[in-house]
Antibody
Framework: QLQLQESGPGLVKPSETLSLTCSVS??????????WAWIRQPPGKGLEWIGN???????YYNPSLKSRVTIFVDTSKTQLSLILNSVTAADTAVYHC????????????WGQGILVTVSS | QSALAQPASVSGSPGQSITISCTGT?????????VSWYQQYPGKAPKVMIY???NRPSGISDRFSGSKSGNTASLTVSRLQAEDEADYYC??????????FGGGTKLTVL
């Protein structure tokens, strides 16, 4: 059974780098049937797509974050990672990793999410 | 990219039907049938209710249905139940090979 579990620091200082990982169990991240995404939600606000990665490692990013974000898979193919540079208070959010079925718009699996607060 | 436009809130009485609109542009909803809808309870992860405009995943009640006309997609919830009270988000693929969410709609069951 697929499980997605986000982990990382809950507090990051302004101007520093946010680094999160998503442990994927039950399916390989290199399975060509799926795409892997990071999605965030500021407290009390809506969902924002950060970016996704396909089975070949090709990435697509939200244009508003593109200059600061990197998504990649570790060599073990079991962890999805998110790097967000030069964070500000506006990056405070619950960050979710998620799986989308290829060839569809269905994001069918979500991690529970991790709250990251940007504050000094 | 701008968020898709959704009403901030809708409401209905048990047994009634409601429709939530999601308005985009010719660069997203108007071009692709890759529109999905998500239900989210407070403090929980979103759950897909509709994908590819009008498809229901296994296990989702047939009270939920989706449609699209031009640049606007819609989610209809029929025979409203108290458990339907939640936030709902639409999502669309774009011509830039990215995805964009709507701002979200709070559904209140009166």
């Amino acid at each position: 059974q697929l499980q997605l579990q986000e982990s990382g620091p809950g507090l990051v200082k302004p101007s520093e780098t946010l680094s999160l990982t998503c442990s994927v169990s039950g399916v390989s991240v290199s399975d060509s049937r799926y795409y892997w995404a990071w999605i965030r939600q500021p407290p009390g606000k809506g969902l924002e797509w950060i970016g996704n990665l396909d089975y070949s490692g090709t990435t697509y990013y939200n244009p508003s974050l593109k200059s600061r974000v990197t998504i990649f898979v570790d060599t073990s193919k079991t962890q999805l990672s998110l790097i967000l540079n030069s964070v500000t208070a506006a990056d405070t959010a619950v960050y979710h990793c998620a799986r989308r079925r290829g060839g569809t718009s269905q994001i069918d699996q979500w991690g529970q999410g991790i709250l990251v607060t940007v504050s000094s | 990219q701008s968020a898709l436009a959704q009403p901030a809130s809708v409401s209905g009485s048990p047994g009634q039907s409601i429709t939530i609109s999601c308005t985009g542009t010719s660069s997203d909803i108007g071009t692709y049938n890759y529109v999905s809808w998500y239900q989210q309870y407070p403090g929980k992860a979103p759950k897909v209710m509709i994908y590819d405009v009008n498809n229901r995943p296994s296990g989702i009640s047939d009270r939920f249905s989706g449609s699209k006309s031009g640049n606007t997609a819609s989610l209809t919830v029929s025979r409203l139940q108290a458990e339907d009270e939640a936030d709902y988000y639409c999502c669309s693929y774009t011509t830039s090979s990215t995805w964009v969410f709507g701002g979200g709609t709070k559904l209140t069951v009166l």
